[in-house]
């Protein structure tokens, strides 16, 4: 199985930042020959999109968030008959634990779109992956980042 995330993911959610790969959430590798390995787990193939060569990055984390990612594809919901896409909630999650400039602005957007992301969903997936003990604190940011979307929200209207 595989789903869409990243930038991708984040534009049929309805964000449109450009993004210059594709990646896929799965749970075993293609029958391709590769082009690179990812750092935290997966492969990047090359793909073609019409007459654009694409670097095709198949996650398949070895890591510390290897458990976020397994849940989140299997959380995955169909876009089409064909296509997975990981969830609003389990993107806020990812773009969480990635933490990188731009995952923190995606996951701000998300959170600012009505009624895209349940909180509470957010709150019992981070639970349920790292337990209740363990997810005290990245909770306790996250409701910092809840706090924030909306204070973004209000500044807009």
């Not at 749970?27 to 390995?37: F, G, R, S, T, Y």
């Not at 790292?130 to 204070?151: C, D, H, S, T, Y």
Request: charged share 25%.
């Amino acid at each position: 199985m595989c789903a869409l995330a990243g930038g991708l993911a984040m534009h049929l959610y309805g964000f449109t930042r450009a993004t210059m790969d594709v990646d896929m959430v799965a749970n075993q590798p293609l029958d391709w020959e590769a082009k690179d390995k990812l750092s935290f787990g997966g492969i990047t193939y090359a793909a073609q999109a019409g007459n654009r060569a694409v670097d095709l990055d198949w996650i398949l984390r070895d890591d510390f968030f290897h458990d976020f990612y397994d849940a989140a594809l299997r959380d995955a919901v169909e876009a089409e008959e064909t296509l997975f896409v990981i969830s609003p909630e389990w993107m806020v999650i990812l773009k969480y634990v990635a933490g990188r400039g731009k995952d923190h602005i995606d996951l701000l957007w998300l959170l600012q779109q009505p009624g895209l992301v349940n909180r509470d969903e957010v709150r019992k997936r981070m639970i349920a992956t790292m337990g209740e003990k363990a997810a005290v604190l990245p909770l306790r940011e996250l409701e910092r980042l809840f706090i924030q979307a909306n204070w973004s929200s209000e500044q807009r209207i």
